[in-house]
């Protein structure tokens, strides 16, 4: 689980307080290195979440910017959470989760590139639609023993105050484009720490079954200062919490600690991007270490 206090700051904020952040993490090793995708938001009223960058990094720290896609480029109110993926066959993919104009609707749309730096946003299709009654975003995707698996953060539409709950849905592909809906993998649990929302953000197929992080949180107010929670399950669309607290949240301001990402090391072991509130009220995209049994 996160500890920030073993953690370094891997990309600040535009600026400092409340309402400017910087994270919603998607991280991938290939070829040597580190990619990183990660949204850039500004208060309401100045922009909300303007663009989404991808990064690339030799040590998982440091990054230079391959290119940055803007919410005008995507006709969108604003952008939250990517998904970077790379197919078996070596396709780049980036999943952009898109707030249509005007309304409290979310979709979401991929591109798709020979390169990380190659993203155009002129040949984008829609793949998570959503609906009327439904806006989707923020999905985490896993391709695991041939099948394409999808969890999506599910808000109901039908009244605008109530637009914020959200719950975790899963789904399975054979390419990673059309999607088939299974139902609700991980709901909110009354009374708890975690009883207005949970979106999952990362998830880990073991030989003991599902292990996956999520974002939860108790009320309206607490929407943006989510905390970490783990759940687990034997199959990835049936998802159960794990004890009674948040597993990971800031030391600071209101808690803020989410879209925890986890991504495997060579060693056997695993470095953590998450998005955390600071002591200001901004929220920066931090990182950290766990070596494995094979670190030197």
């Not at 993490?25 to 991808?54: N, Q």
């Not at 940055?68 to 197919?87: H, N, Q, W």
């Not at 597993?247 to 600690?257: C, E, Q, T």
């Amino acid at each position: 689980m996160p500890r920030p206090d073993r953690s370094v700051t891997v990309i600040e904020p535009e600026a400092d307080g409340e309402g400017w952040w910087v994270g919603a993490p998607s991280a991938v090793a290939a070829d040597g290195a580190v990619y990183l995708a990660y949204r850039m938001r500004r208060p309401l009223g100045e922009g909300r979440g303007h663009a989404v960058a991808v990064a690339r990094s030799a040590d998982g720290e440091r990054f230079e910017t391959l290119l940055v896609i803007g919410k005008e480029e995507m006709d969108a109110e604003s952008l939250e959470r990517p998904a970077l993926v790379r197919t078996p066959e070596g396709v780049w993919r980036l999943y952009l989760s898109c707030a249509t104009t005007g309304t409290k609707h979310w979709r979401v749309e991929v591109l798709e590139a020979a390169d990380p730096a190659g993203f155009d946003p002129r040949t984008s299709r829609v793949v998570l639609p959503g609906d009327a009654a439904t806006g989707v975003k923020d999905p985490v995707i896993v391709h695991h023993e041939g099948r394409w698996h999808l969890w999506a953060s599910c808000h109901p539409l039908a009244e605008d105050h109530q637009a914020d709950q959200m719950v975790t849905d899963y789904a399975t592909s054979d390419d990673g484009l059309e999607w088939r809906w299974h139902g609700t993998a991980l709901d909110r649990r009354a009374g708890s720490w975690d009883a207005r929302g949970v979106r999952v953000s990362a998830v880990r197929f073991t030989p003991g079954g599902i292990v996956a992080a999520y974002d939860g949180r108790a009320s309206a107010s607490e929407n943006y200062e989510e905390r970490t929670g783990i759940a687990v399950g034997t199959t990835p669309g049936a998802l159960t919490a794990s004890g009674s607290e948040p597993w990971g949240r800031s030391p600071y301001s209101r808690g803020g600690l989410r879209y925890l990402e986890v991504l495997p090391t060579g060693d056997g072991g695993h470095r953590l991007y998450y998005e955390m509130t600071r002591a200001d009220g901004a929220h920066e995209l931090r990182t950290e270490l766990r070596a494995g049994a094979g670190a030197g």
